[in-house]
Nanobody, 118 residues
Framework: QVQLVESGGGLVQAGGSLRLSCAAS????????LAWYRQAPGKQRELVAA???????KYADAVKGRFTVSRDNAKNTVYLQMNSLKPEDTAVYYC????????????WGQGTQVTVSS
């Protein structure tokens, strides 16, 4: 019954911004770490950013200073604000939820395409 619904992807010029959203249902949102991953053509899937329930955040080196992850526990939603986008950021972005207490609980959104043109 767990569902992660993403939105906000699209086509943007280099230097522009996008905000991705992921709305979760069917789980106790505050008990999960929420994260964004991405996979570019011909590349391995990589962690972009992760947000703990209490507000902690971690970022991949490639996006530090440009991306910000945040979550609204009352709305069961996690966001990824992407600024100063580069062509290398082009990828399918996936929302992930992982339980703090049950390590086998690991859920994924459908993915949303982000394309950054030169």
């Amino acid at each position: 019954q767990v569902q992660l619904v993403e939105s906000g992807g699209g086509l943007v010029q280099a230097g522009g911004s996008l905000r991705l959203s992921c709305a979760a249902s069917g789980l106790r949102f505050s008990r999960y770490t929420l994260a964004w991953y991405r996979q570019a053509p011909g590349k391995q899937r990589e962690l972009v950013a992760a947000a703990g329930s209490s507000g902690s955040a971690k970022y991949a080196d490639a996006v530090k200073g440009r991306f910000t992850v945040s979550r609204d526990n009352a709305k069961n939603t996690v966001y990824l604000q992407m600024n100063s986008l580069k062509p290398e950021d082009t990828a399918v972005y996936y929302c992930n939820a992982k339980s703090y207490y049950y390590t086998d609980d690991d859920y994924w959104g459908q993915g949303t395409q982000v394309t950054v043109s030169s």
